[in-house]
C-alpha cells in the first residue's frame, strides 16, 4: 500500500485501540492442557485490567515528578500536580472494586485452574515495583520474598527497569525538597515554630493541671492519664526538637526531615489562608492515594485468604500473611498522616500579624 493510499484509509476504532492484540491474549493454560476451566478467563482478564490501570497510573506519577523535580514549581503546577493525583484515586478505587468481581470466582473454581499459575505470582508485576518506588518505598523497608532481593523474580529487562526507578528521585524525596523551600515558616516578626512551641507547652501544661484536677477520676485513672500526657508530651517534643527528630531519622523510626515536618504541619494548621489551599490539597491527596493502597493490599489480602486458606502463593511466598504484612509495612507518607497528632485547636494557633495574612492571600489594590 502507498503512502497515499495509507492517508487515505479512515482510521478505525479497532485499529485505533488494537482491539485484535488485546481481546486475543487470554491464553487459557487450563484450555492448553485440555481441561478448560471457565474461570480462568475471569482471572486472566482481571489481571491484565489492573496491568493497563498501572500504566496509566505510572503515566500520571511520571507528570507529577517532572512537575517537582524543578527547583521553581508554580502555583498552577502544584494544582495540576493535585488533579493528576486526582486521577490516580480515582483508578485505586476502581482497583479496589475490581476485587469483588475477582470474588465471584469461589475457592473450588480457582482450584480448578491454580496449578497452572505455577511459578507466576501478581509478585512480578513489575509495573507494581515501579509505582512503588516512584511514590518512595525504599528498599530496605521491603519486606523480604523468600529471603532474596524483590528484583530476582523479574526478568532482566524489567529487573534492569526498577533498578533504575530506585536510583531516580521518588515522589517523597522530592515533596520533602519541596517543603523545605517553603518560604513562610518565617516573616519579619514572626517565628512560627516559635510560636507554635509556645502554644503547645502552654496547651500541654493546661491539660497537665486539668488530668489532675478531675473531680470524676479515682487516682489509678488520674495516674493512667498521667502517663499517656507524657506520652503526648515526649512526642512533641520530638517534633519541635531538631536533634531528636534527627536521632529518629538515623534509627529508621522517622524519614521526613525537620524541616520539611516544619513546613507540612503549617501548611495543615493554617490551610485555611489561600495561598495553601493548593499545598494542602497535594498532602491530601498524597496521604490518601497511601491509604488507597493500604486498602487495596489489605483487600487483597482477604480475598487471597479466602480462596487459598493459609496456602503459600503460586509464587511462593506465605501468601495471604505477606500480604497482610505488606499493608502495614509498605505505607511511604504515614509521617504526614501522624501529623494530626500535633495539631492544636484553631483557638489555640498563633494568631498570625494582618501583613502576613496579606502575603498568604489573594488581595487586589486598586
Known amino acids: 500500500m502507498g503512502l497515499k493510499e495509507q492517508n487515505n484509509k479512515k482510521l478505525n476504532y479497532s485499529d485505533y485501540l488494537n482491539l ?8 487459557l493454560k487450563s484450555k492448553v492442557a485440555g481441561k478448560e476451566s471457565h474461570d480462568e478467563m475471569l482471572f ?17 506519577l511520571d507528570s507529577v515528578l517532572k512537575i517537582f523535580g524543578k527547583d521553581d514549581i508554580h502555583e498552577s503546577e502544584i494544582s495540576l500536580a493535585v488533579h493528576r493525583l486526582d486521577r490516580v484515586i480515582e483508578i485505586q478505587k476502581i482497583l479496589i472494586d475490581q476485587i469483588r468481581v475477582l470474588e465471584t470466582m469461589t475457592a473450588i473454581d480457582f482450584l480448578e485452574f491454580r496449578d497452572y499459575l505455577f511459578p507466576s ?9 515501579l509505582i512503588e518506588n516512584k511514590l518512595g518505598l525504599l528498599v530496605n523497608r521491603r519486606l523480604k520474598y523468600g529471603m532474596q532481593d524483590y528484583k530476582n523474580v523479574l526478568s532482566i529487562d524489567q529487573k534492569k527497569l526498577v533498578k533504575e526507578s530506585e536510583e531516580r528521585n521518588s515522589l517523597f524525596r522530592l515533596i520533602e525538597k519541596w517543603l523545605e523551600r517553603t518560604p513562610f515558616l ?6 512560627f515554630w516559635d510560636q507554635y512551641t509556645k502554644s503547645v507547652l502552654k496547651m500541654l501544661d493546661e491539660e497537665e493541671i486539668a488530668i489532675k484536677n478531675n473531680p470524676n477520676h479515682s487516682a489509678d485513672d488520674i495516674d493512667f492519664h498521667l502517663k499517656e500526657h507524657s506520652k503526648a508530651s515526649s512526642s512533641f517534643e520530638a517534633l519541635i526538637n531538631a536533634q531528636i527528630h534527627d536521632k529518629l531519622i538515623a534509627q529508621q523510626k522517622k524519614r521526613l ?4 515536618t516544619q513546613a507540612a504541619l503549617l501548611i495543615f494548621l493554617y490551610r485555611d489562608e489561600p495561598i495553601l489551599h493548593s499545598p494542602f490539597n497535594l498532602l491530601s491527596k498524597l496521604m490518601t492515594v497511601d491509604e488507597l493502597f493500604t486498602t487495596w493490599r489489605q483487600r487483597h489480602s482477604l480475598m487471597v485468604r479466602r480462596m487459598i ?11 495471604h500473611s505477606y500480604l497482610q504484612a505488606t499493608a502495614e509495612k509498605h505505607k511511604i507518607f504515614s509521617e504526614l498522616t501522624d501529623l ?3 495539631f492544636i485547636p484553631r ?9 502576613i495574612k496579606i502575603n498568604l492571600g489573594y488581595h487586589y489594590k486598586p
Open 347 to 355: 483557638s489555640a494557633l498563633p494568631n498570625l500579624p494582618e501583613n
Open 44 to 60: 486472566i482478564v482481571i489481571h491484565q485490567i489492573y496491568e493497563l490501570w498501572f500504566k496509566q497510573i505510572i503515566h500520571e
Open 20 to 27: 485484535d492484540k488485546i481481546l486475543n491474549n487470554q491464553d
Open 257 to 260: 526531615s525537620h524541616k520539611a
Open 340 to 342: 494530626s497528632t500535633f
Open 309 to 319: 486458606g493459609v496456602k503459600i502463593g503460586t509464587g511462593g511466598s506465605s501468601g
Open 186 to 191: 518565617f516573616f519579619k516578626g514572626f517565628d
Open 121 to 129: 505470582s501478581g509478585f512480578q508485576s513489575a509495573q507494581f515495583r
